[in-house]
């Protein structure tokens, strides 16, 4: 398996929240729901996503056409208007309660019947949103190599897929919220596979076309039990330590035992929230010697211990 689809293997939606939106301008949505991964596509019209600042400093908008999708990695705020200077007129919350500035809930009030509200059902924007609420519906490798928001084009995915998911939105048949599920599941990963194929995808999945740190990159993440070193990945694609150690951390960003540590890391977090098996066993897996050593790595890279994280996700499953 390649490193694009060990990452997309992730995504699994269940009971993901699915929503068709129609809107006359002016209109303007305040998303605060803070989910850990949110599909938006433009089915009709267009807009703006307008980030919150970064930093104390404001991030430009962004526009949207028909037919692009765009990808929100939470837990950030943004809004996503008609114009970047329209005030918002509803906040989406987390859980997906929607309410007016004021508070007044607007979820009943601009209902256009299945998955689908707004001001008017043949508006000139039309959004289709799929979220995915819980963190633990999506590998937490393909979170860390996002960015906050990815924008791609009409031109750039396979727009049937779309096409289908906003068709299935409006149904309402038996297993309808699986259908909706699995469709979001493809779009998301037609969507990545199309971004990853770009310039400003993470530098590790450019640096795989190097000959050199492409190998010493499969060989780690084929095969994190093994107990890798700098010299032993030098010596196995026929470099010395030093070039090895050089080139790497020139192309990925950080050298090669800080990128072994979060790859092992991140797979024992997907272990514990997708499997059964014990902290020793993943432990093991994951090229740790015992789960106390693997449990002392995993609460200093991520604050809580193995056992705290899996019962976070199991209480949100």
Not at 48 to 74: E, H, M, S, T
Not at 213 to 224: E, I, W
């Amino acid at each position: 398996m390649d490193a694009l689809a060990s990452l997309l293997e992730g995504p699994r939606a269940r009971a993901a929240f699915v929503m068709r939106s129609s809107f006359d301008p002016p209109w303007s949505l305040r998303i605060r729901d803070e989910a850990p991964l949110t599909l938006v596509a433009v089915a009709r019209g267009g807009g703006w996503i307008v980030p919150d600042p970064k930093g104390g400093k404001p991030v430009a908008p962004r526009q949207l056409r028909g037919g692009d999708i765009a990808v929100f990695r939470g837990p950030d705020h943004y809004t996503i208007a008609d114009d970047p200077g329209t005030a918002p007129q509803a906040i989406i919350h987390p859980g997906q309660v929607t309410t007016t500035p004021d508070g007044e809930v607007l979820c009943e009030t601009l209902s256009l019947g299945v998955r689908n509200w707004g001001t008017n059902a043949d508006a000139d924007t039309v959004l289709v949103t799929g979220t995915y609420e819980h963190e633990s519906a999506a590998s937490r490798r393909l979170l860390r190599a996002l960015p906050p928001i990815a924008v791609l084009g009409r031109g750039e995915i396979d727009s049937r897929v779309l096409d289908l998911l906003v068709e299935e939105a409006a149904k309402d048949l038996p297993a309808q919220g699986v259908m909706l599920d699995r469709l979001l599941d493809l779009l998301l990963i037609a969507t990545l596979r199309a971004w990853f194929s770009r310039e400003d995808a993470p530098a590790w999945y450019h640096a795989y076309a190097d000959p050199l740190v492409g190998r010493a990159l499969r060989l780690m993440q084929h095969n994190p039990a093994h107990a890798w070193t700098v010299a032993s990945l030098a010596a196995e694609v026929g470099v010395s330590r030093a070039a090895l150690a050089r080139r790497f951390t020139e192309l990925v960003g950080e050298p090669p035992m800080s990128f072994l540590t979060d790859w092992r890391l991140a797979l024992a977090a997907d272990l514990l929230h997708e499997s059964d098996a014990t902290l020793e066993a993943i432990a093991r897996r994951v090229g740790y010697g015992s789960a106390f050593a693997l449990s002392t790595a995993f609460k200093r890279h991520y604050g809580l211990s193995p056992r705290d994280h899996r019962n976070a996700d199991q209480r949100t499953a």
